[in-house]
């Protein structure tokens, strides 16, 4: 049992000294926020890190929504979670991010919106909970690096999404 215990020691500092941990939230100063009905929608992000923890709390207020263009064209962002606070992902909210290649969204988003993800080329992984039950036809407009198999979930929640591809439309 004394071995055990030393392993397990010796286990948790080796992960530390690696790296290996979960990832740690942005600063609430990195985002742009506005006051809404007791929660916070994200409206903008000013940071400069290229994977972003959304913050389920931002000065001791939910974040509920991630706003229209709240993080639309922006080029350098590859990764994002979105905390379960966060119940709806607005109009175009990560449209345009063209080197955005993983979502994990929380348990507790409901609804992705017209155009969330439209045009984000590179987004090849993206985890939906069950707990979203509403997604826009085109919220995942030219996204071009989706795989089948995450297509085939977003038609489970809305059979009438569709996915237009670059070569498709240009022939190629």
Do not use: H, W
């Amino acid at each position: 049992m004394k071995y055990v215990k030393l392993f397990a020691v010796f286990a948790l500092c080796l992960a530390a000294l690696c790296g290996v941990s979960e990832a740690a939230e942005s600063p609430a100063a990195d985002f742009e926020y506005v006051a809404e009905d007791g929660g916070l929608t994200v409206t903008g992000y000013r940071g400069v890190a290229t994977e972003v923890v959304i913050p389920a709390q931002i000065e001791g207020l939910p974040v509920r929504a991630i706003g229209d263009e709240a993080f639309n064209d922006n080029d350098s962002l590859t990764s994002v979670t979105i905390p379960g606070s966060v119940t709806v992902i607005g109009e175009m909210a990560f449209a345009n991010c063209g080197s955005l290649t993983n979502v994990t969204i929380g348990e507790g988003v409901e609804t992705i919106a017209d155009g969330a993800f439209t045009y984000s080329y590179s987004l090849s992984l993206i985890t939906i909970p069950d707990s979203v039950t509403k997604i826009a036809d085109d919220a995942f407009y030219f996204c071009d690096s989706l795989p089948e198999r995450i297509r085939q979930r977003i038609r489970r929640i809305n059979p009438d999404a569709y996915f237009i591809r670059a070569e498709t439309l240009l022939g190629y």
